[in-house]
């Protein structure tokens, strides 16, 4: 296991059984939820894909990169955004995010990336997602501090507010001049 055979193709174990990977992918993660992410490298470059426990392509190998996630979802990156797909190769999440934070309280810190007005040069707007996808805060805040009692600090065209986790309320209360 853990292997390839004489004619390429990866063995890993599925059931406690043996599973020949299709040759086209160099190697197989463990498989969860009846599926596995596998690796196919073409002219230098890596990709990763969705299987089956039979070696069939939930997901053809398109991602420039995958994971399974904790909330039992895979992240992965296209086109060099972030997004969600599913065991069954749903996406649930569309890759239009800069940056996917790690799933807490249901919510998500998502990020985007916006030029700045020097030469290649970018900030960064936050926002919060919860884990079917919906923006519960849109990602147009200048400034997101860490969570701390249910609470987040926001900034946006200086002014200074909070936003409560539990009630998905944001107050904005400060002007900074």
């Not at 426990?53 to 972030?82: A, C, R, V």
């Not at 805040?141 to 926001?154: A, I, P, R």
Request: glycine share 10%; net charge positive.
């Amino acid at each position: 296991l853990g292997y390839k055979t004489s004619d390429g193709r990866f063995i890993t174990e599925v059931n406690n059984e043996r599973l020949f990977v299709n040759a086209k992918y160099k190697h197989c993660g463990e498989f969860h939820d009846g599926c596995a992410i596998a690796v196919r490298t073409e002219n230098g470059k890596v990709y990763y894909g969705l299987i089956n426990t039979k070696s069939e392509d939930i997901l053809p190998p398109i991602f420039q990169w995958l994971k399974l996630s904790d909330n039992g979802l895979y992240k992965f990156k296209m086109n060099e955004m972030y997004g969600f797909v599913d065991s069954n190769g749903n996406i649930t999440i569309p890759n239009r995010y800069h940056r996917i934070g790690i799933f807490e309280d249901n919510l998500a810190v998502v990020t985007i990336k916006k030029e700045a007005k020097d030469y290649g040069k970018y900030s960064c707007l936050y926002g919060f997602i919860d884990n079917c996808g919906k923006e519960i805060l849109p990602p147009v805040y200048e400034y997101m501090g860490k969570k701390s009692e249910g609470k987040v600090v926001l900034m946006k065209n200086n002014i200074w507010g909070i936003f409560d986790i539990k009630t998905k309320d944001t107050r904005m209360v400060l002007h900074a001049n």
